[in-house]
């Protein structure tokens, strides 16, 4: 009897981790195929006005950048989804795979060449992924939205939002306007450091969901909203400067986001 009981829990949590991972590769299937769909909108909207790199906004008039926007959607849905199964050093590295799906895809319908360097940096990702999965340590399930938040208000986590807030907002108002046309670093800048806060306070809302749907409601928390609100101002302040950085090799920049992302 007392053996049945762990053998019981591991199962439930490699079950767990088991659907994670599955949305995890959906998610970056989606993603992967968003960012060409995207990619092309792109292109035809600056074909006929201004590039989003220098401001336009064309490209919300031009429907296969939605097209391209409701398969993102669908990709980071299924995203947010796996972090309610899996612990995220188990889900965000998982999205090094869409490298292969977009660039794969850059190269035969972008005609952007997959040059050797790209081959090893999709290899150097998926491996490096590969390390950080099988040693990431176990983790434990917050029981409520409040230990989440003790958790986000630990001095050494306070610390680095704080630079990550400094930092971006150096890179926006600062970098962007006078450098952000000749170098890829400070689009790319933006979005990793925002990006790290993204998957920390989805990972938070994903487990206040979970924690609700089992009967434990955290809707009466004022955290579970101020952590949805970090989520969507983050992910509108990726989505801009995303649409920015597509003016560049578009796997590279991924490749670049992607080891930022995991790093």
């Known amino acids: 009897m007392n053996r049945a009981a762990p053998d019981d829990a591991a199962g439930g949590l490699f079950a767990a981790n088991l659907k994670g991972s599955l ?13 060409i769909v995207k990619k092309k909108g792109l292109r035809r909207a600056g074909a006929a006005g201004s590039r989003a790199g220098v401001g336009g906004y064309g490209y919300l008039l031009e429907p296969l950048w939605w097209v391209g926007m409701v398969t993102m959607l669908i990709g980071e849905i299924a995203n947010f989804v796996a972090y309610m199964f899996a612990p995220a050093v188990l889900v965000t590295p998982l999205g090094a795979l869409s490298i292969i799906v977009s660039a794969v895809l850059a190269h035969f319908i972008l005609n952007e060449k997959l040059q050797r360097m790209g081959v090893l940096g999709c290899v150097l990702c998926i491996v490096g992924s590969t ?11 917050p029981s409520s939205v409040e230990q989440i938040w ?6 050494a986590f306070l610390c680095y939002a704080a630079f990550a807030l400094v930092a971006s907002l150096i890179l926006m108002m600062h970098c962007a306007p006078r450098y952000g046309q000749t170098n890829i670093a400070v689009y790319v800048g933006i979005c990793s450091v925002i990006g790290s806060l993204t998957v920390m306070s989805i990972k938070a809302v994903g487990i206040a969901i979970k924690l609700t749907i089992e009967g434990i409601n955290q809707a009466g928390y004022f955290q579970t909203w101020l952590f949805a609100t970090v989520s969507a101002i983050c992910i509108i302040i990726q989505l801009v400067y995303l649409n920015k950085v ?18």
């Open 23 to 35: 949305l995890a590769v959906a998610s970056s299937a989606f993603i992967g195929v968003s960012f």
């Open 131 to 141: 390390v950080i999965i099988l040693h990431a340590p176990e983790e434990e399930t």
């Open 150 to 155: 003790n958790l986000a208000t630990q001095p």
């Open 246 to 263: 597509h003016q560049y090799i578009f796997f590279l920049v991924r490749e670049i986001l992607i080891c930022m992302f995991t790093s």
